[in-house]
DNA sequence: AAATTTCTGATTTACGTACATCAGAAATGG
DNA sequence: CCATTTCTGATGTACGTAAATCAGAAATTT
């Protein structure tokens, strides 16, 4: 049978309430009372009861949860994801609060992350624009003792407790591999949509898909980045402008959203052209044009697991507790037409 | 705050003890009385506290995991994931035995099967061979209400609740896509590595590449299928063989264990031989193989997700309640040397 | 209508922890 | 050595549920 306080306190010669104290860190226990117990602890093996402890104390959890407006598909399910969260309100104990800022709208963000302080808030996961006042605010907020978490995104050298996201480097990197084997040692033309060079995740992506490219791939051509910013209309126009301005782009990487646009745009030149194509994010769209060939790989993160992670990461950082790294890693799902869920 | 037992009570006009018969399916309860109580619990939306009924139950779960002896990397690391299981086992209230059989051996695990009979065990794990007699155990098993999952492999047309596994098709075919993609429209000869035809994963997954291969990858000729018995030395030496019989082949998929083996006949043909290799399970070996460039992706299934999801599945089936088979599903990951974790 | 069976209510204890209160012991100061 | 402060023990309540007991009400049988 597991131990329990009643056993430490036994063991230590001491009562159940300076075993209380000791365990909660709170005062009243000499040095040596205190070094006595821990000792019993450590001996017995004692393991808290989280169970029973969050019973006892009624612990809820406020959560703060900032999340980009904007109708493309992966925010839309992301904040889905967040409200699947509530739904498990109750049984976590967590009350949670979602707050809708414009993308890339620094200002908004950052008054977003101020509006928090003062509030009795147990932790703040936002998507971060990686920017110098948004780290900033970041760094108010870790300085009042409130657990911070990026999601999604990652803020450079900020005070983050924790990034729930995939390697977006690693990502980049992979993005690269696959398209330049699939495309079998051809020549050519490679045009990269992204979103918006704002955002951490993005600049990161281009950068290991460039630095794979030009090692391994000198064949390949990479044209100047088209920056869609998340928008299908946008993306669809600036993909048609690029395939006709040039006959010689075989591959196509898309390391944002707006993959609705983008598939427009293929479909529009279907027959003729072939193109190898690899985009991120798994969305209805995505997988129907995965399935009858208009693109070859989606490179996915489960919006619902860093959601979960970022939860279980709030929590833990709020009680002081550790987490447990490898649990924690979100990792990069890659889809071909044959492994979709 | 969250409704508990007591507002029940209030709300259907009876006492406690009626409720704690209804919600733990006791008798002595009238049809009206129980349907009142039931109507109570669904209008002010109670949900169950588990840690709290756990915590006042006591409950333990004695679980048994039945896994293959052998030395191949993956059963070893499967092996070490129930391990860390038992180290948990205080804090998920779980008291789990580790049986060990021999691989493929048919009567070894039915026997291991029927030991579980009237011991009071709250679930199995198998990692299973697919046979009649094995099927048979199982439907004992499942017959006295013993939840049974099935692991890694699975067992066709039994009466196991669950499968805490990947999907073994789409892993074939997925490694048909990856070969014949990164071979670009090059024509040759495939070989493929199996362990042994008798357990279901390894023919499911040959069943998946055959098909997409030749669906899709006409100019890809494929070799009859070597069986290495998951044994380093002779897949090493059946490999071997084949490279030495044939100048034609430009492809390998492993889609057992021994790759320590197949790397090492790799390595002995290395400078002059081109070949593109997809293996399964990400070990010290394939990572190192992965990063040096000997072999070009793996497709792994996490045994760690697997033992947990395992137990989670247990658990819940034991308790009648329902598994969430969205969250139990097992995702094949795939790697190139970029994304490694 | 009496006897019996079946249901229901009231009450209590327990699970392991948190937290508060109060009395008494030990240590410290003068 | 007394007064004060600081520490410790004893005790009780609470969290939400499970489970047991016993008395009494209601339904059923005779």
């Given at each position: 049978m597991r131990p329990t306080v009643h056993d430490i306190a036994a063991a230590a010669g001491v009562s159940l309430a300076t075993v209380d104290r000791v365990l909660n860190q709170r005062?009243?226990?000499r040095l040596v009372t205190r070094e006595k117990v821990e000792a019993a602890i450590r001996e017995i093996g004692y393991i808290r009861d989280v169970a029973a402890a969050n019973l006892a104390k009624g612990r809820v959890y406020p959560l703060v949860f900032i999340v980009p407006t904007g109708d493309n598909s992966f925010m839309h399910g992301l904040r889905s994801e967040v409200h699947h969260a509530t739904l498990r309100a109750s049984i976590e104990r967590t009350d949670i609060r979602i707050v809708e800022v414009p993308p890339f709208d620094v200002p908004a963000l950052v008054s977003a992350l101020d509006a928090v302080?003062?509030?009795?808030?147990?932790g703040v996961a936002l998507v971060a624009t990686d920017a110098p006042e948004v780290r900033a605010a970041v760094g108010r907020l870790v300085s009042q003792r409130v657990p911070v978490v990026t999601l999604v995104s990652d803020l450079t050298?900020?005070?983050?407790?924790?990034y729930a996201g995939i390697d977006n480097i690693a990502a980049g990197r992979t993005a690269a591999r696959l398209l330049g084997r699939f495309l079998g040692g051809r020549q050519g033309e490679i045009t990269v949509l992204a979103g918006s060079m704002l955002v951490r995740d993005h600049r990161e992506r281009l950068q290991g898909f460039s630095d794979v490219m030009a090692e391994e791939f000198p064949k390949l051509h990479l044209r100047p980045v088209l920056e869609g910013r998340d928008d299908p209309d946008l993306a669809r126009s600036l993909v048609s402008k690029a395939l006709s301005e040039s006959r010689d782009i075989i591959g196509i990487y898309n390391l944002g959203a707006g993959n609705r646009g983008l598939i427009a745009a293929l479909k529009a030149v279907r027959p003729e052209r072939e193109l190898t194509v690899v985009v991120h994010e798994l969305t209805q769209h995505t997988r129907a044009a995965l399935v009858e060939g208009t693109i070859d790989a989606v490179l996915n993160q489960d919006a619902g697991h860093e959601v979960r992670s970022a939860i279980r990461v709030m929590k833990a950082t709020a009680d002081g507790q550790a987490v447990i790294a490898d649990q924690e890693r979100i990792r990069l799902d890659i889809f071909l037409k044959d492994n979709l869920p």
């Open positions: 005062p009243g226990v302080q003062g509030q009795d808030i147990a050298d900020s005070a983050r407790h924790h």
